[in-house]
């Protein structure tokens, strides 16, 4: 809202709203952070704060190490939250270095995983509560066993696996930063989106030691292109291949 009254050049409302937002992050972080355990209290918790710049700048790096120490060691690797923080969960760990902590949560086997519900069960769709209901037992189920909302993980593969992600100041994909993460157990990625300027594509494979990357930027669009061992730099459209050494 504060960025909107900008660019309508209402100052008044620009002030007011930026004032509402530090008092919100301000009193959210005090009533919920734990200095003792260094986070909110939940995976939903910390990684909704973090991808809602709710947590001070200085310990936004150890919020997200303990969001991943939670994953791995609390919940042998799971996630523990349910369709809203699905969305954060992915990036608020990547967007740290903890890109193969991320995407482990897919991997991980046994209770309350993706294997379990899968391969363990026999799911086929996303339920409410993965463990829930037990097909063999020849029950009814009592919870939903279709949530869709549950797949919010997938931006995650457009954002973080292949990073296309928007820009803050621009709109419909016109301008936008192109930042993939390499999980170290994923070989090859192929991600596409379409827009009103055309189709942006973002692949990548594993070749040894070596990450083989090809981009694709339509007309009239730019993109920043970020990656771990160069600086920031705005490409115009075109068709790009960068090698990038293998995590």
Do not use: C
Request: hydrophobic content about 35%; overall charge positive.
């Amino acid at each position: 809202m504060s960025r909107m009254a900008n660019v309508l050049e209402k100052s008044a409302d620009q002030q007011r709203f930026n004032t509402l937002f530090e008092n919100i992050r301000s009193h959210f972080h005090q009533h919920l952070y734990n200095e003792k355990t260094g986070h909110y209290g939940s995976q939903t918790a910390d990684a909704m704060a973090l991808r809602f710049n709710l947590t001070p700048k200085h310990l936004q790096q150890s919020v997200a190490d303990r969001l991943a120490q939670d994953v791995s060691q609390t919940w042998n690797g799971h996630s523990s939250v349910g369709a809203l923080g699905q969305t954060w969960l992915y990036r608020a760990l990547s967007d740290y270095g903890h890109t193969d902590t991320a995407f482990h949560i897919f991997k991980a086997k046994g209770y309350p995983g993706f294997s379990y519900l899968f391969d363990e069960i026999n799911g086929t769709t996303l339920w409410e509560r993965k463990g829930a209901f037990d097909p063999s037992l020849g029950k009814a189920p009592d919870r939903s066993l279709n949530h869709p909302f549950h797949g919010g993980y997938d931006g995650w593969f457009y954002e973080g696996l292949g990073g296309i992600r928007t820009l803050d100041d621009s709109v419909g994909y016109q301008d936008f930063t192109l930042a993939p993460v390499f999980p170290k157990r994923l070989n090859k990625v192929s991600v596409s989106h379409v827009t009103g300027y055309g189709e942006i594509k973002s692949e990548w494979q594993r070749q040894r030691d070596v990450i083989q990357w090809q981009v694709s930027i339509p007309n009239n669009t730019s993109a920043v292109i970020t990656l771990p061992d160069r600086k920031a730099q705005r490409y115009l459209a075109g068709q790009y291949s960068f090698n990038v050494k293998a995590p």
